[in-house]
């Protein structure tokens, strides 16, 4: 079982002031979707298709929070929340995957690697995972 986040919803989306998210995610369509509400949330939105692009894109450009898909080409989700905790630039940021997987024992190791939530896309809209980024930042 997943422990998703509450989240609280407002007629009026409060504005993000700016933060940097950085996104990961290899499904070009998915990632527009979060692209675009992150957007229309206020934040600075960089995005990569894979885990060493993200990874080169973190260390150039330092996100507030990473958002990254368990599953991807090059290097998986986990390998970049270690990289991210391991990397003194980049270990405070709250890191986020999100995936499709429904699985204990990743989700257990996403967690215990430094991964601030486990979030399943089929149970959460990209509008709804972006409106928990303000729990995380």
Known sequence: ????????????PKA????KVLIIEDDVFIRDLYEMQAKKMGYQVITADNGEEGINKAKANPPDLLLTD??????????????FKSDPTL????CLIITNLEDATKEKEALAVGASAYILKI?????KVVEMFKNYI
């Not at 993000?16 to 933060?19: M, V």
């Not at 270990?91 to 709250?94: A, D, E, G, H, V």
């Open 1 to 12: 079982m997943s422990q998703q986040p509450s989240v609280t919803s407002s007629a009026e």
């Open 16 to 19: 993000a002031t700016g933060k």
């Open 70 to 83: 368990l599953m991807l080409p090059k290097l998986d989700g986990i390998s970049i929340v270690k990289m």
């Open 91 to 94: 270990s405070k940021t709250s």
């Open 123 to 127: 149970k959460n809209t990209p509008s």
